[in-house]
């Protein structure tokens, strides 16, 4: 069985400053693990996975994480925030390839300061 | 990359009547689909896992008579909330795997509205 935790439910950054959101997992197999953005009303957009290859993993819109064993945890940060990354943030594991159900956080709610 | 859609994207209904939501691969073949569900403000939470030509495997506490699932070809599945009750109201949002890639494409999502 995944699981996987976000720690913060909404999180405040200034424009220009880090932005990092946490996410713990807990799995019984080697997990697959992704976040998503949603923005009001859309589905998920994927912004970036890991699938057991680089533990630091680059995606879209500057964002990146990385996926540490020992701390059990896929930290999603980005170095300079935009008004563009307010949004909904989700992580999520799968113990497959893909193939089988994802489990999500809770959700990190990410507001910009202007 | 592989887009997925949905139809309708808001529908209003009675409550008492059936709806039925689609989900659509449009450029590639979706072996399995996953239908999930998004109440205000919360996470999203799976409701079930659908392989073409088979029968729908649900999550637990989830009504497989009231929401039916049909995966009839690899390009669509749909989901059929059927005698809709306003705590049936929610984000409904599909998701579709193909072998040959190791994530899962998100559909739109349909708003449901039951009156």
């Known amino acids: 069985a995944q699981s996987v935790t976000q720690l913060g439910s909404h999180v405040s950054v200034s424009e220009g400053a880090l932005v990092l959101l946490r996410c713990n997992y807990s799995?019984?197999?080697?997990?697959?693990l992704f976040w998503y953005v949603q923005y009001p009303n859309q589905g998920l957009q994927l912004l970036l996975k890991?699938?057991?290859?680089?533990?630091l993993v680059k995606g879209i819109n500057g964002f990146e994480a990385e996926f540490k064993k020992s701390e059990t945890s896929f930290h999603l940060t980005k170095p300079s925030a935009h008004m563009s990354d307010a949004a909904e943030y989700f992580c999520?594991?799968?113990?497959?390839?893909?193939?089988?159900?994802?489990?999500f956080g809770t959700g990190t709610r990410l507001t910009i300061i202007p | 990359g592989a887009v997925v859609s949905q139809h309708p994207s808001r529908v209003i209904c009675k409550s008492g009547t059936s709806v039925k939501i689609e989900c659509r691969s449009l450029?590639?073949?979706?072996?399995?689909m996953f239908w999930y569900r998004q109440f205000p403000k919360q996470s999203l939470m799976l409701m079930a896992t659908?392989?073409?030509?088979?029968?729908?495997?649900?999550e637990q506490g989830v009504e497989k008579d009231k929401f039916l699932i049909n995966h009839a070809s690899l390009t669509l599945s749909t989901l059929t909330v059927t005698s809709a009750h306003p705590e049936d109201s929610s984000f409904y949002i599909c998701?579709?795997?193909?072998?040959?890639?190791?994530?899962?494409?998100f559909g739109p999502g349909t708003r449901l509205t039951v009156t």
């Open positions: 998701s579709a795997h193909t072998p040959t890639v190791d994530e899962q494409y």
């Open positions: 799995s019984s197999v080697p997990p697959y």
């Open positions: 890991y699938t057991s290859a680089a533990t």
């Open positions: 999520a594991v799968t113990g497959n390839f893909g193939n089988e159900k994802l489990t």
């Open positions: 450029d590639f073949q979706a072996t399995t």
């Open positions: 659908s392989n073409e030509g088979s029968k729908a495997t649900y």
